[in-house]
């Protein structure tokens, strides 16, 4: 997520972003604010208590929605990649067929 400069403004991906106490708003659809879903949208090392499996699938929908894990937010755009602790942990997981990196062997 990132803030323009110029106008105050929030982006993730392609897609505009807002948020109050009870949403968070991409391009207009809804999604409910919580803890663990606010860890994955600003935080590069998500707290792994505060992130249900519920919010991860919500962080995804956000992800698809947005085409913020493609190559120039692009919806052909190939899925990046990253050795970030939060791409390993959260974001690779819900686009691959792998299982989730154990929390232990990354510390």
């Known amino acids: 997520?990132?803030?323009?400069?110029?106008?105050?403004?929030?982006?993730?991906?392609?897609?505009?972003?807002?948020?109050?106490n009870k949403h968070v708003l991409v391009d207009g659809r809804k999604y409910?604010?919580?803890?663990?879903?606010?860890?994955?949208?600003?935080?590069a090392n998500p707290d792994r208590?505060?992130?249900t499996m519920q919010k991860?699938?919500?962080?995804?929908?956000?992800?698809?929605?947005?085409n913020a894990h493609r190559v120039n937010y692009s919806p052909s755009?190939?899925?990046k990649s990253?050795?970030?602790?939060?791409?390993?942990?959260f974001i690779s997981p819900l686009f691959s067929n792998t299982k989730e990196v154990p929390w232990e062997s990354l510390q």
């Not at 699938?57 to 929605?65: L, V």
């Not at 990253?82 to 942990?89: A, E, H, V």
């Open 56 to 66: 991860r699938q919500t962080y995804k929908q956000i992800q698809i929605q947005s």
């Open 77 to 79: 755009g190939k899925i």
């Open 1 to 20: 997520m990132y803030q323009d400069e110029t106008d105050g403004s929030f982006t993730i991906g392609s897609s505009g972003i807002k948020f109050n």
């Open 49 to 51: 208590n505060s992130v």
């Open 32 to 43: 409910k604010a919580t803890q663990g879903l606010w860890e994955l949208l600003t935080e």
């Open 82 to 89: 990253s050795k970030t602790l939060k791409y390993i942990r």
